[in-house]
């Protein structure tokens, strides 16, 4: 069934791939997929999802609600997933032929927008080297160089090969290092799906409004303590009640998994000073705001140096890859040089390691945060603007290029306050959009975000587009 729908795609022909034959288990036939395009008018042509849903529908046999990652499949914003085929600058092409312009940007890496010339040339020529090695290649030398003197707190790093897997790493060195057990996250903050993580968690957990997942083991959250976002108060709490055990605090800098939420003045510098006073570390998860919110991450935007960051997206710049990295006294503890066990058999690859270096020397070249700053200052104002002009309560800000917006009047510092948020709304706009051509995160509890490929006409014809959607909804 999947090879014919990918020859169904590639040659342009809408139909639904036959079902393969199947003997009798006992069980309940499967019910045959329906085919129903949505046609919505757009002007003069028409807004056209039919081969998106033929393959979404032939997906959801083939894989756990037809996604590989729970938010892509629209269960928070309703309609029909959108099924995509290519992307260039700031612009996504669906199969059906729609052009959007999208911010959401691989949710991060795209920062220098997508498949961009001179990555994509220098990818060719690695590919002719070959694709993995699994043996140390210069490549992650060069790349461990940029990394190490862009951000403050990292004197050595570990490539690894998602934004999970770093943290997951960068909880088992905190736990090594204090030899103490205990961490502290925030509520709606998303460190990835490792088991310690998934309590009051974000991103697609507070997507779908999931408890605490099933097949976590109690033990494996037993020694995981939260606060809200924002709370000094609370986490002064659990310092004091759990004095000499805590090994880490961790925290996304800038919340982008529960929507955007920046941190109150003084937030991360107590922060600093409570973990320092208890003998913890204190850990910066700059998956989304590494080389984003500045080129040494929000740890340089906002002057505070933790002892260990987690990174990813920007630095395989659109490839998969992470890293952990910080102090060189806690990461000599990493195996070999130290105790501290972890591997990955596609760690530190050339492809990566490639992509993530071209990305890096783009992001080094003049004024380019302070265009960041401008264009996605000028969305967010233009999209708050229109917003109250149609009569609709929202709240929202950004910082260089990460955005965010709420259905809500705010102000929004925590989880508790996103989820005051209309939801529904939120759907009904996310859907309106679409149809006009604009690509957002598909869910009230994400960051957006904006790239150097991006235009101030791209920019002007989303405001246009929300004023269009916001006066109809």
């Known amino acids: 069934m999947a090879g014919a729908a990918a020859a169904a795609v590639a040659s342009g022909i809408s139909a639904r791939p036959a079902a393969p034959r199947r003997a009798s288990t006992g069980r309940r036939a499967r019910l045959p997929v329906v085919r ?32 590989n990652s729970p938010v892509r499949a629209f269960k928070s914003v309703g309609g029909q997933p959108v099924v995509f085929d290519s992307v260039k600058g700031s612009r996504m092409w669906d199969v059906d032929g729609n052009e959007y312009i999208d911010y ?5 890496p795209a920062i220098i927008g997508h498949a961009d010339d001179k990555v994509n040339a220098a990818l060719i020529e690695t590919l002719k080297k070959g694709t993995s090695f699994g043996a140390p290649c210069l490549l992650e030398n060069v790349l461990a160089e940029m990394v190490i ?31 103490r057990e205990k961490i502290v996250k925030f509520e709606g903050c ?32 037993y020694e995981t ?10 986490v002064k709490k659990l310092f004091e009640d759990n004095k000499g055990e805590i090994a880490a605090v961790f925290l996304e800098p800038v919340v982008g998994n529960a929507g955007f ?26 998956v989304m705001t590494g080389f984003r919110l500045a080129y040494g991450g929000a740890q340089e935007y906002f002057g505070i140096t933790p002892d260990v960051t987690t990174l990813g997206k920007i630095i395989g710049g659109g490839l998969p890859v992470g890293a952990y990295g910080g102090r060189r006294d806690i990461m000599e503890m990493v195996a070999p040089a130290g105790p501290m066990y972890q591997a990955g058999t596609l760690s530190g690859n050339p492809l990566a390691m490639t992509a993530g270096i071209h990305t890096l020397k783009r992001l080094t070249e003049p004024r380019t945060y302070e265009y960041l700053d401008k264009i996605t200052g000028e969305l967010i104002r233009g999209i708050l603007d229109v917003g109250a002009k149609t009569g609709h309560e929202m709240c929202g800000g950004h910082i260089r290029g990460m955005f965010g917006f709420f259905f809500t009047g705010g102000p929004v510092h925590n989880f508790g306050d996103a ?54 909804i």
């Open 104 to 108: 959401v940007g691989s949710w991060g």
């Open 261 to 286: 939420i920046p941190p109150q003045p003084g937030f991360l510098s107590a922060l600093r000073d409570l973990t320092k006073q208890d003998g913890a570390l204190l850990v910066f998860d700059e």
């Open 36 to 67: 129903a395009a949505i046609s919505l008018e757009k002007g003069e042509t028409a807004y056209t999802v039919q081969k998106s849903e033929e393959i979404f529908n032939a997906a959801k046999e083939l894989m756990p609600g037809g996604v």
């Open 419 to 472: 989820k005051k948020s209309d939801t529904e709304k939120f759907g009904r706009f996310y859907r309106g959009m679409l149809e006009e051509g604009v690509y957002l995160a598909p869910s009230q509890f994400e960051a957006g975000f904006t790239s150097l490929a991006h235009t101030s006409q791209d920019i002007e014809k989303t405001i246009e587009a929300a004023e269009k959607v916001l006066k109809r």
């Open 190 to 221: 998303y460190h990835g799906h490792a088991d310690s993580f998934l309590v009051k968690a974000g991103s697609g957990v507070a997507t779908l409004g999931l408890p605490d997942s099933p097949g976590v083991p109690k033990g494996a959250t």
């Open 149 to 179: 003197s862009a951000v403050p707190s990292i004197e050595m790093v570990r490539f690894v090969n998602s934004g999970t897997e770093a943290c997951m790493g960068a909880l088992r060195l905190v736990r090594a290092f204090t030899g």
């Open 225 to 234: 303590l939260t606060a809200p976002y924002n709370d000094v108060e609370a």
